[in-house]
């Protein structure tokens, strides 16, 4: 990956080599802000462009910068910063900046969960080690994603939950032939109107067969009720 832009004098007689990757700190702690400095310090093309301890003293130093590539690095605890805010900041000021938050272990799956949906570009952990700093640093500077292999287990553990949690009766509810062909036809996308036609009934039965399934598994409209369908298999996406 190159990692510097070499800037030649009209006359030619020297050349000038430019870091393409700023990377900006805000960590409370002196003592991380140093250690992070000194991993930046062993990627080549990338320059520490200072560290702060408030981000709002980040925000006055952060300009976009036409050659090159603003990263920032904000030290973040997923259950009580608002992380949600500094993030759009930093985006607000310079558009292509690209955010990496460095994370307390969060307490809940939930905290995790509402920090991914923070608007940021990667996602490490405090525990993480120099290489897989720089692992993720560079993922961000050429465009990608970036989230810490720790945070996997738990972040595909949230995305499988289902929108609606299963009920203990869910399993023994009975549906006769035409409900199931109405939840998967309405899962296909088709309007009443439509499922009317392809069942062969009035639209009006249709919507009496809607009103029983509503009843029958306790809610209240059709979205409901085809994410129930489809995450008990009665209905498929296909």
């Keep these: 990956m190159i990692c510097t832009f070499r800037l030649h004098l009209e006359r030619g007689e020297r050349t000038i080599d430019r870091p393409r990757v700023a990377v900006h700190?805000?960590?409370?702690?002196?003592?991380?802000?140093?250690?992070?400095?000194?991993?930046?310090?062993r990627w080549t093309g990338a320059m520490y462009a200072g560290g702060y301890d408030q981000w709002e003293a980040l925000l006055d130093q952060l300009e976009s910068r036409a050659h090159s590539v603003n990263i920032v690095i904000l030290g973040c605890d997923p259950a009580t910063a608002p992380f949600r805010s500094w993030v759009q900041a930093c985006k607000q000021r310079d558009p292509r900046v690209r955010v990496l938050l460095l994370l307390v272990p969060p307490a809940a799956d939930s905290d995790l969960l509402r920090t991914l949906q923070s608007g940021a570009d990667g996602y490490v952990l405090h525990s993480v080690s120099p290489e897989g700093l720089l692992r993720?640093?560079?993922?961000?500077?050429?465009?990608?994603?970036?989230?810490?292999?720790?945070l996997a287990p738990q972040v595909l553990a949230?995305?499988?939950k289902p929108l609606f949690p299963a009920r203990a009766w869910d399993e023994s509810v009975h549906l006769s032939e035409r409900e199931r062909l109405l939840l998967q036809l309405a899962a296909d996308g088709l309007n009443n109107t439509q499922i009317a036609e392809v069942l062969g009934l009035a639209e009006k039965t249709v919507?009496?067969?809607w009103s029983g399934l509503f009843s029958k598994l306790g809610l209240s409209d059709r979205t409901q009720a085809v994410l129930w369908a489809l995450r008990n298999g009665h209905a498929e996406l296909r």
């Design 25 to 41: 700190v805000c960590v409370e702690l002196p003592l991380v802000r140093l250690g992070i400095e000194s991993v930046i310090q």
């Design 136 to 150: 993720a640093l560079r993922a961000l500077a050429a465009g990608h994603a970036y989230i810490h292999p720790q």
């Design 158 to 160: 949230e995305l499988r």
């Design 207 to 209: 919507r009496n067969v």
